[in-house]
């Protein structure tokens, strides 16, 4: 019977809201967003709109004239979503998959993915998806993390990399979807526009336990035998006594059709 790591997996909509709210998502947000150069009466699609995070910001930006859509395949997200929306008229909230687009092809003046690459099937399909759904000129933006980059401070680094290594290989599907961003937008047929990486920081280690799921993963890599039982508790207790530091790399791509 083994004792259990870090906090219980947090519902998933609070924590994608949570991520999106701290500086580090703010910021990549906005700038994405920018770069875009979203328009009054555009029709934006948000493909993996997750709980709606950015529905209420595209909203403003095509003003009464434009449409929004977001596009999930989970109910519950979309449900949050329609939450999230409501009194927005212009944003329209449909059930469906990436890899096969609810929408008209040639259609959408702007498309955006944020985080949702990482989770899929295929994401050189999904590319497709997108190029298939917006028109010429239009431009998209795409967004992941790379999780090859996750680094935590502790004496013991060789757990740290074991951590790290784990989360790649074992625990999210492409953890390394965000370097390839550029490649997968330029094999698509994109134009690639702009390219930029933040660092979000953690310093809270309640909050990276939270989000970077250190306890909960590292429970299911001692479970696994990919980290030693003792030792993967001893680098979490002195992960838990501070200072704290982690931090990764998000990549940003912004390409035209
Ligand atoms: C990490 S959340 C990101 C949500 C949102 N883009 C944001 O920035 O807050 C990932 C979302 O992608 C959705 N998703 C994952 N795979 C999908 C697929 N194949 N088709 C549609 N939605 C998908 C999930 O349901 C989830 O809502």
């Known amino acids: ?23 580090a998502g703010r910021a990549y947000k906005r700038q994405m967003l920018d770069l875009l150069d979203i328009r009054a009466g555009h029709t934006v699609l948000d493909a993996g709109c997750g709980p709606g995070t950015d529905l209420p910001a595209l909203a403003e930006r095509v003003g009464d004239g434009g449409t929004v859509i977001g596009v999930d395949r989970d109910p519950a997200m979309l449900e949050r979503a329609r939450a999230r929306t409501e009194g927005l008229r212009r944003v329209e909230l449909r059930e469906g998959d990436v890899h096969a687009l609810p929408v008209e092809p040639g259609t959408m003046d702007r498309a955006k993915i944020d985080r949702v690459l990482m989770h899929v099937d295929d994401p050189a399909e999904v590319l497709a998806q997108l190029h298939r759904a917006t028109r010429p000129g239009a431009r998209v933006g795409l967004a992941e993390p790379d999780w090859d980059t996750l680094i935590v401070d502790a004496e013991d680094l060789d757990t740290s990399r074991a951590f790290t290594r784990y989360t790649t290989a074992e625990v ?14 330029e094999r698509a047929g994109f134009r690639v526009e702009a390219v930029h990486a933040t660092t979000p920081v953690f310093r809270d280690f309640q909050e990276a336990d939270h989000t970077l799921g250190l306890g909960r993963n590292l429970q299911k890599a001692i479970d696994g035998g990919h980290i030693d039982r003792d030792r993967g508790h001893r680098w ?4 838990s006594q501070g200072p704290f530091y982690a931090s990764f790399t998000l990549v940003g791509v912004v390409c035209s059709r």
């Open 1 to 23: 019977m083994s004792t259990t790591l870090g906090v219980p997996r947090p519902d998933q909509a609070s924590y994608m809201l949570r991520a999106a709210a701290g500086d």
């Open 172 to 185: 999210v599907r492409n953890a390394t979807v965000g370097r390839g961003l550029v490649r997968l937008a």
């Open 236 to 239: 979490f207790a002195g992960l």
